[in-house]
């Protein structure tokens, strides 16, 4: 641990209004720069969209002394995994779209931000391999500080390291390089090898309340209503809420209830005219939100059936509709269903397509709202998949 002199700073990056929430988290960054005492390794966890990224990068920039954004900063250094072949103007292109909007960046968790529809781009897989190790990370950690005291090197996503450059990583964290400081990123500490844990201070971050996404998207422009819906939908991820069309989702509702129509009846022509069009139509956030959306539909049938009021539910235009659907489906295992949407949303943050999910949702929800038992059990779901040839 070095000195930290933080007696220059006329503005804390830690109270930018960008930042949302995560109020515990920020005096604690305060603290540490406070004490004027630095660690060599400092690991933010915590969900997509609640904010790692953001905070690494604002804690990068206060200890640096707040005066330069990190993007434009010659002593801070953000890396983020790649696909095995990535070009240097795509590196740039990542972490222009970083800058102009970190919390989005860290929801969409995509390898190559762009158009989703290029599916050969869109299904790369991100990771830290050990040529970009050798290449770009380590080769950083020699350079001498241009105009600070320390280099500030933040690593996004280190969950995504290959077992080699893990191992080359923690060489670095044992034997720390003078006038280094790492700032890590993970959405979970369990899949870290407890090497580089232990090497590093955590600092956890939470879910954002409603009120502080509701707050934070008012405050930069979106009418309340907007806001208050889009911070319902996001489940605490700052970047989801941010990133949502609330008019897109206000459209889906019909859609959702065709797909849920078409599941039961399983009328394969309507499913799949209708997954074609929420596979290639929608962007990747919008199908974040799709997905969603048809979560909240089914808790309201949920709440419908436990209370009968309708003036409690979400989806109030489509009232007659959902208290018919439980008239009808009185057997439906509604809650399952909730289950099988909450299970597979994270899928689309690995990459896996939505064309491939959907089928899989579709399938269960067959079986469920009749009651029954899916015929593929949730434990073996690689039986949903076709044999290859």
């Given at each position: ?308 009021d309708t003036t409690l539910i979400l989806h109030q235009d489509h009232a007659k509709v959902m208290v018919d659907f439980i008239k ?62």
């Amino acid at each position: 641990m070095e000195m930290f002199d933080s007696s220059t700073q006329s503005h804390s990056p830690l109270d930018h209004p960008h930042l949302v929430g995560q109020s515990t988290l920020r005096e604690q960054c305060r603290s540490i720069l406070a004490s004027g005492r630095l660690g060599h390794a400092y690991l933010f966890a915590g969900a997509k969209g609640t904010g790692t990224l953001a905070l690494a990068l604002a804690f990068a920039e206060a200890i640096q002394g707040g005066q330069r954004s990190w993007f434009h900063h010659p002593d801070i250094h953000v890396f983020l995994p790649e696909p095995t072949s990535f070009s240097d103007g795509a590196r740039k292109e990542r972490l222009e779209k970083l800058h102009q909007e970190p919390y989005v960046f860290d929801h969409e968790g995509a390898p190559v931000q762009g158009d989703s529809k290029d599916q050969e781009r869109s299904n790369l897989r991100s990771f830290y391999s050990i040529g970009q190790f050798r290449e770009q990370i380590k080769p950083v950690t020699v350079l001498r500080p241009n105009t600070a005291d320390r280099l500030v090197v933040v690593l996004h996503d280190i969950h995504t390291m290959r077992a080699e450059s893990a191992n080359a990583f923690l060489k670095l964290l044992e034997e720390p390089p003078k006038d280094v400081l790492f700032l890590l990123t993970t959405p979970s500490t369990d899949t870290l090898m407890p090497t580089i844990l232990s090497r590093c201070q955590v600092l956890r971050l939470k879910p954002c309340t409603q009120q502080e996404i509701i707050e934070a998207l008012v405050t930069e422009g979106r009418p309340l209503e907007d806001a208050q819906l889009a911070a319902q939908l996001s489940n605490g991820q700052v970047g989801l809420a941010r990133a949502m069309d609330v008019d897109a989702f206000r459209s889906s509702k019909e859609e959702l209830l065709q797909f849920l129509r078409a599941s039961y009846t399983m009328d394969a022509a309507a499913l799949s005219s209708l997954i074609q069009h929420v596979s290639q139509g929608y962007s990747l956030e919008q199908q974040i939100a799709w997905l969603g959306s048809l979560e909240w539909m089914l808790r309201d049938l949920l709440l419908l059936r436990e209370t009968g009021d309708t003036t409690l539910i979400l989806h109030q235009d489509h009232a007659k509709v959902m208290v018919d659907f439980i008239k009808a489906l009185q057997d439906a295992r509604v809650e399952e269903m909730i289950d099988v949407v909450s299970e597979v949303k994270p899928w689309l943050m690995q990459n896996v397509q939505m064309k491939l999910i959907l089928p899989v949702v579709s399938f269960r929800f067959a079986a469920l709202m009749r009651g029954e038992d899916p015929i593929i059990a949730r434990h073996e779901p690689w039986k949903h998949y076709p044999a290859a040839g």
